[in-house]
């Protein structure tokens, strides 16, 4: 699982207590936690742990799975537990063409057959 004390701030931090945490059972919360078997400072590692048999689960985000069929496979969960993020891109006020032309690329048709490739929606 990713650390989640703030060292590191990837999108998977405390993912898990997104999941668990809305069922607001103390207990489950506790048992959970129990299971978690390595904190990583990064997605990154935390495949790591997971292809080298640290972990039988990795909870992380579809993509993950999408972009690496090979690792396992992925397990639905119950619906109340998944857990969704959104993508944003915001550029500064003066932003340089090139961010310009990247923002344009990500709304065209190639950007989002790729985005769907991975499981994002729009």
Partial sequence: MPEG???S???GTGVWEDMIGRTQDLDL??????????????SG?????FLDKEADVWITWLD????????GDVVSIEK??????????????????????????LSSKKAQEIF??????K
């Fill in 5 to 7: 004390a703030g060292k």
């Fill in 9 to 11: 701030n990837t999108s």
């Fill in 29 to 42: 919360i506790s048992k959970f936690r129990q299971n978690i078997v390595a904190y990583t400072p990064n």
């Fill in 45 to 49: 590692s935390t495949k790591k742990a």
């Fill in 64 to 71: 993950w799975a999408k972009s690496n069929p090979d690792f």
């Fill in 80 to 105: 109340d537990l998944v857990v969704y993020r959104t993508f944003n891109v915001v550029a500064k006020i003066n932003a340089s063409n090139e961010a310009k032309q990247f923002i344009d690329y």
């Fill in 116 to 121: 769907q490739k991975y499981g994002w929606r």
